[in-house]
């Protein structure tokens, strides 16, 4: 198995910046994905970003040129810039990590929680 540690997030105002991170320790040579997920109060978890292992990225349509998502192989650890952060980015984010297969490596942890708002 595979275990997470998220950190970042915080308050910020619209149109500020915040910055993720995702470290991965355990059974890490079987990831394959890493990425983020995120929910909001009363809204199913959705996916946010995603990059393979040979840095392929995958975004949201509503986070496209806002969010950059990049990875450190050799440190099993996965970044989630957040830049233009708008009111509707408020969310609890989760990473996540899946293998070869598409399975998933790790179990939802606490999230981080992001508040967009003046």
């Known amino acids: 198995q595979v275990q997470l540690v998220e950190s970042g997030g915080g308050l910020v105002q619209p149109g500020g910046s915040l910055r993720l991170s995702c470290a991965a320790s355990?059974?890490?040579?079987?990831?394959?994905?890493m990425g983020w997920y995120r929910q909001a109060p009363g809204q199913q978890r959705n996916l946010v970003a995603s990059i393979t292992t040979s840095g392929e990225t995958d975004y949201a349509d509503s986070v496209k040129g806002r969010l950059t998502i990049s990875r450190d192989n050799a440190k099993n650890l996965a970044v989630l810039q957040m830049d233009s952060l708008k009111p509707e980015d408020t969310a609890v984010y989760y990473c996540?990590?899946?293998?070869?297969?598409?399975?998933?490596?790790?179990?939802w942890g606490q999230g981080t929680q992001v508040t967009v708002s003046s």
């Open positions: 996540y990590v899946d293998g070869q297969d598409g399975e998933r490596l790790s179990p």
């Open positions: 355990g059974s890490t040579w079987r990831i394959n994905v």
